[in-house]
T-cell receptor, first 115, second 111 residues
Framework: DTEVTQTPKHLVMGMTNKKSLKCEQH?????MYWYKQKAKKPPELMFV???????INESVPSRFSPECPNSSLLNLHLHALQPEDSALYLC??????????????FGPGTRLTVL | DAKTTQPNSMESNEEEPVHLPCNHS???????IHWYRQLPSQGPEYVIH???SNVNNRMASLAIAEDRKSSTLILHRATLRDAAVYYC????????????FGSGTQLTVLP
């Protein structure tokens, strides 16, 4: 199984809502990532987890809260978002963190719209 | 991370080879050259990577200049399914460097 799955595919939420994005992989990878991609722009790294611990936070606002409950699962909790947070949120995984030759596997993304 | 420069867009005819260039004049000796592509409405997909020597896999070939300041991704026979944004990315070795995507090249394949 070389797949990264993300749910939901689409999400519409108001600025006062709390919602969560879910990402799952069963490849035994120990590093997992959240990226944000605005329309017509390249993906931008948000968070990196390694062995279920937060390794990198790219100065992301606290209204985005990541969580890695186990080695296969990565969540992104959303609260009090702004309309400018509307974007495609991509999850990725890789066997490990270090290793410049390591490939990342991406999920299809969750298309988030904040009203 | 060192920067890469790619053309914004390229066109190719179906079943013809495509050469996608990437300039990386500030590349360091330990930077790997990675290529990813993103098909419409999908997440990015790994294509190929290399360090110094040319590389081939089932998807593409990577030709790396002798001075490593540029590289070319070669799709040997473009199909309509190859229409995507192609990203050339440098990754430093020996550290937890992540993928920093540049603006990429939008490849259009004409039937």
């Amino acid at each position: 199984d070389t797949e990264v799955t993300q749910t939901p595919k689409h999400l519409v939420m108001g600025m006062t809502n709390k919602k969560s994005l879910k990402c799952e992989q069963h490849m035994g990878h120990r590093a997992m990532y959240w990226y944000k991609q605005k329309a017509k722009k390249p993906p931008e790294l948000m968070f990196v987890y390694s062995y279920e611990k937060l390794s990198i936070n790219e100065s992301v606002p606290s209204r985005f809260s990541p969580e890695c409950p186990n080695s296969s699962l990565l969540n992104l909790h959303l609260h009090a978002l702004q309309p400018e947070d509307s974007a495609l949120y991509l999850c990725a995984s890789s066997p490990g963190l270090a290793g410049a030759s390591s490939e990342q596997f991406f999920g299809p993304g969750t298309r988030l719209t904040v009203l | 991370d060192a920067k890469t420069t790619q053309p914004n867009s390229m066109e190719s005819n179906e079943e013809e080879p495509v050469h996608l260039p990437c300039n990386h004049s500030t590349i360091s000796g330990t930077d790997y050259i990675h290529w990813y592509r993103q098909l419409p409405s999908q997440g990015p997909e790994y294509v190929i990577h290399g360090l110094t020597s040319n590389v081939n896999n089932r998807m593409a070939s990577l030709a790396i200049a002798e001075d490593r300041k540029s590289s070319t991704l070669i799709l040997h026979r473009a199909t309509l399914r190859d229409a995507a944004v192609y990203y050339c990315i440098l990754r430093a070795s020996g550290s937890a460097r992540q993928l920093t995507f540049g603006s990429g090249t939008q490849l259009t394949v004409l039937p």
